[in-house]
């Protein structure tokens, strides 16, 4: 019989970020039900308490009393941690109040760009400064409110960016209408949009312009989806192992353009049904090569990598060249990382391609399983190479990680829960 397995994932990294930007921001208390519990949503949580805000934390829910004027304290510094949500955010929400506000990161962070982000504020007319590399961490804000009006955004890097912007909108004076050159991520800047309608803000768009009415935002008590970028791990292990994996709480209904993966997993050959508030993902022992674009759905390239070298045709992945500016540069982390299983990989400007089987066995087209090697996993401390590597060491034994830890950043449980679906997945295919 196949194993087959309820999976509950944690909250979404992207919905906490936001939420807790918009309750902060918003005029009384919020609700955020279900928030990820994690490096980055704890970071970000942090980083408001240490710009004045309350934050009360029960392990279900976090509540958040609005400030609308800005951070309750003149002065404050703030460690961002890793989080580029909390790194880009938190100094865009600080410069709509009064006060000088200090942001620094951690060297992985610190590495990370945000300068068509910066630009903008100071276009803007925010005193923000970089105190030592240009367009990175860390930086200070004099913050004295901002006017508004119309700014021009290269968000070809990071949608993030817009998100910052668009976020700062309604705590303008006079609003703000933003053009875009560029924009990656899309699915993203979508996300912010709708929370911030439940937020009680709505977004215009004129062609590449979205117009930001000024006025602020409306508490509101606000559930958290599960992340649907996490949930990729388990529904590639089903895919993988021809079992069947199930996500509550993730359907047609999700905000998140991360599910989208499952569409991914579709073409290659996965049975999936998106239901209105659950997917399901069935491995049917037939997984296909494809060329697949996933500009939109990035996070998500690295599982796809993962499992690859078991797809019985080549599985090529193009316009991903931002997930070189992440929590390490991916591409490369994954082409290094297949090549020390074995497999033959080859990677471009925004590009890899990955073989079928490993390299030089002779086995393409077989999907050469079992011809890959285990190894150490070096993760350059980003948790999706972790959590994607683990995936492939349902089929390849001996994987291990230099930094198994590194997957605090969104999903801190994430081996347990993963050894739990292995044993499922194991025991089913083992009787
Ligand atoms: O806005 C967000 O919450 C995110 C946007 C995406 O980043 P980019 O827009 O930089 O691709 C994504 O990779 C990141 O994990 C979360
Ligand atoms: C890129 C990621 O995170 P962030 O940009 O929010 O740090 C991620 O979680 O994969």
Redesign the pocket.
């Known amino acids: 019989m196949r194993g087959m397995a309820l999976v509950d994932i944690p909250g979404s990294?992207?919905l906490t970020?936001r939420a807790l930007f918009l309750a902060a921001a918003a005029d009384g208390v919020t609700t955020l039900q279900r928030p990820l519990r994690s490096d980055d949503t704890e970071g970000f949580a942090e980083g408001l308490t240490r710009l004045g805000y309350r934050v009360g934390r029960t392990p279900d829910a976090w509540q958040v009393d609005g400030r609308p004027q800005g951070p309750a304290l003149a002065e404050a510094d703030v460690y961002c941690r890793d989080g580029?949500?909390t790194a880009r955010f938190l100094p865009t929400l600080a410069a709509a109040g009064h006060g000088t506000y200090r942001f620094d990161a951690s060297p992985q962070m610190r590495r990370r760009p945000l300068l068509p982000l910066t630009r903008a504020l100071r276009d803007l007319g925010v005193d923000l400064r970089h105190e030592e590399a240009e367009g990175h961490h860390p930086l200070t804000v004099r913050a004295a409110g901002v006017e508004g009006g119309d700014v021009v955004l290269d968000a070809g890097?990071?949608?993030?960016y817009l998100?910052a912007l668009l976020l700062l909108g309604p705590l303008t004076r006079t609003g703000l209408r933003v053009t875009v050159t560029d924009l990656?991520?899309v699915p993203?800047v979508e996300i912010t949009i709708a929370m911030m309608r439940a937020f009680g803000v709505e977004v215009g768009r004129e062609g590449d312009t979205y117009v930001v009415p000024p006025g602020g935002y409306r508490a509101t008590t606000y559930a958290i989806e599960p992340d649907a970028?996490t949930a990729s791990y388990f529904f590639a292990a089903a895919a993988l192992t021809g079992g069947e994996v199930t996500v509550p709480g993730l359907g047609g209904r999700a905000l998140q353009g991360d599910l989208g993966f499952v569409d991914v997993l579709r073409r290659m050959g996965a049975r999936v049904e998106v239901g209105a508030d659950r997917t399901t993902v069935s491995g049917t022992g037939e997984l296909r090569g494809l060329t697949v674009n996933m500009r939109d759905i990035?996070?998500t390239m690295p599982t796809l990598a993962a499992i690859a070298p078991f797809a019985s045709g080549p599985v090529r992945i193009e316009d991903v060249a931002?997930t070189r500016v992440?929590e390490c540069d991916r591409l490369e982390a994954c082409a290094e990382n297949l090549r020390r299983l074995g497999a033959e990989v080859a990677t471009g400007p925004d590009w890899i391609e990955i073989r079928p089987g490993a390299a030089g066995s002779g086995t393409a087209g077989s999907g050469a399983r079992g011809s890959l090697a285990g190894a150490d996993i070096k993760t350059y401390g980003d948790h999706r190479i972790v959590m994607s590597f683990a995936v492939t060491g349902l089929r390849v034994p001996g994987i291990s990680f230099d930094d198994p830890g590194c997957v605090r950043k969104t999903f801190p449980g994430f081996h347990e829960a993963f050894a739990e679906l292995a044993k499922v997945l194991r025991k089913d295919s083992d009787g």
């Open positions: 990294k992207s970020a580029a949500t890097q990071s949608s993030q998100t990656v991520s993203y970028s990035s996070d931002n992440k």
